[in-house]
T-cell receptor
């Protein structure tokens, strides 16, 4: 069964450093999303991406965050200058074309900012 | 602020019993509703989705939707210890590009 994959599974970084989280979507999916979950808290929407542009972003997704699909397969989330409060699980999700299409989540990247 | 509310639990049920998980949402225009299961330290795993009022059954799981009451529930029949997890209700809010709003989740514990 097709699945979303994410790398790395864990990332430890120093405050102020840049990190790039990578996702490989399910092959025929065209909508891509990033969510995050701070330990013990809700899953929070960050951004949705379709046709090589951002469809919607949350207030969390400020200028420190960016997304791109650099090579037609990977979907990346970049955090330019990490802060302590960026420590969380980051989940990539993908869905097909229909507006109500279900979203399938990848296994996540656990980011720890020291 | 569009919200999704769930009782945090834990909901403790004996093996073989029916577990009933509930969720309310604030956005009256929401059209699609999802239940995800999340084991500790893992990612959300889709269990069921429901778009229309009424019941939808899939194996041991039944989702129920009442848009007038802004209420969605998940029933798990013949609960097993392996069903012990946190169950997340997610709502695709109106006017969003498939933006899911999640509840905080209900922790279910099924004891032998």
């Amino acid at each position: 069964e097709p699945e979303v994959t994410q790398t790395p599974s864990h990332q430890v970084t120093q405050m102020g450093q840049e990190v790039i989280l990578r996702c490989v979507p399910i092959s025929n999916h065209l909508y891509f999303y990033w969510y995050r979950q701070i330990l013990g808290q809700k899953v929070e929407f960050l951004v949705s991406f379709y046709n090589n542009e951002i469809s919607e972003k949350s207030e969390i997704f400020d200028d420190q965050f960016s997304v791109e699909r650099p090579d037609g397969s990977n979907f990346t989330l970049k955090i330019r200058s990490t802060k302590l409060e960026d420590s969380a699980m980051y989940f990539c999700a993908t869905s097909g074309l229909a507006v109500q299409e279900t979203q399938y989540f990848g296994p996540g990247t656990r980011l720890l900012v020291l | 602020q569009k919200e999704v509310e769930q009782n945090s639990g834990p909901l403790s049920v004996p093996e073989g019993a029916i577990a009933s998980l509930n969720c309310t949402y604030s956005d009256r225009g929401s059209q699609s509703f999802f239940w995800y299961r999340q084991y500790s330290g893992k990612s959300p795993e889709l269990i069921m989705f429901i778009y229309s009022n009424g019941d939808k059954e899939d194996g041991r799981f039944t989702a129920q939707l009442n848009k007038a009451s802004q209420y969605v529930s998940l029933l798990i029949r013949d609960s097993q210890p392996s069903d012990s997890a946190t169950y997340l209700c997610a709502v695709n809010i109106s006017g969003g590009y498939n933006k899911l709003i999640f509840g905080a989740g209900t922790r279910l514990a099924v004891h032998p």
